[in-house]
């Protein structure tokens, strides 16, 4: 039973586009967060949410708006996709605030 | 300059070797640190989590932090082409809720 479940696993698609990953976990955990990695394996933090608040937004475009339904499910939209944007996106959970991240197997997203 | 500097290698050693990974950083509030392995196609996991300056050992792996340097290892004994992999170090403040990662090092154990 996977603990930290994205989807889609790929997604590929046109600049100006808009597109949603969603993200779910069933670890009972309180805390939720999105990474984007690069091409070059930099992973960064975007969001971070407890209890369905966000708590940390690390200067990303307002074209991305995460979205938190419950505690169990963390999800992204993203509008107006650009090339930049192409990266793998990574969910996670966390029981405390500077605890062990769990991560989902990720999202590939490439913008043509 | 970035809070946490991690050379990304890749680095390729032979079967059996020691392997020692290197992370630096400049924020003196980071008080828990963390190495994960990524496999290619994979989510990154924990390998190993330590809070205090030190040593901390399991099994093959041994951690080590030097907060005084701003400095922490990762030693993997006995090297397996099974460790082949991106090694990710991360640091997370007090505060929490922002766990800041390495560049990642890229590693290939050959058989």
Not at chain 1, 92 to 107: I, M, P, T, V, W
Not at chain 2, 72 to 86: C, G, K, M, V, Y
Request: glycine share 6%.
């Amino acid at each position: 039973d996977t603990a930290v479940s994205q989807t889609p696993k790929y997604l590929v698609t046109q600049m100006g586009n808009d597109k949603s990953i969603k993200c779910e976990q069933n670890l009972g955990h309180d805390t939720m967060y999105w990474y984007k990695q690069d091409s070059k394996k930099f992973l960064k933090i975007m969001f971070s949410y407890n209890n369905k608040e966000l708590i940390i937004n690390e200067t990303v475009p307002n074209r991305f708006s995460p979205k938190s339904p419950d505690k169990a499910h963390l999800n992204l939209h993203i509008n107006s996709l650009e090339l930049g944007d192409s990266a793998v996106y990574f969910c996670a959970s966390s029981q405390d605030r500077d605890g062990e991240l769990f991560f989902g197997e990720g999202s590939r997203l490439t913008v043509l | 300059q970035k809070e946490v500097e991690q050379d990304p290698g890749p680095l390729s050693v032979p079967e059996g070797a020691i392997v020692s990974l290197n992370c630096t950083y400049s924020n003196s509030a980071f008080q828990y640190f963390m190495w994960y392995r990524q496999y290619s196609r994979k989510g990154p996991e924990l390998l190993m989590y330590t809070y205090s300056s030190g040593n901390k050992e399991d099994g093959r792996f041994t951690a080590q932090v030097d907060k005084s340097s701003k400095y922490i290892s990762l030693f993997i004994r006995d090297s397996q082409p099974s460790d082949s992999a991106t090694y990710l170090c991360a640091m997370t403040s007090a505060g929490g809720f922002k766990t800041i990662f390495g560049a990642g090092t890229r590693l290939f154990v050959k058989a």
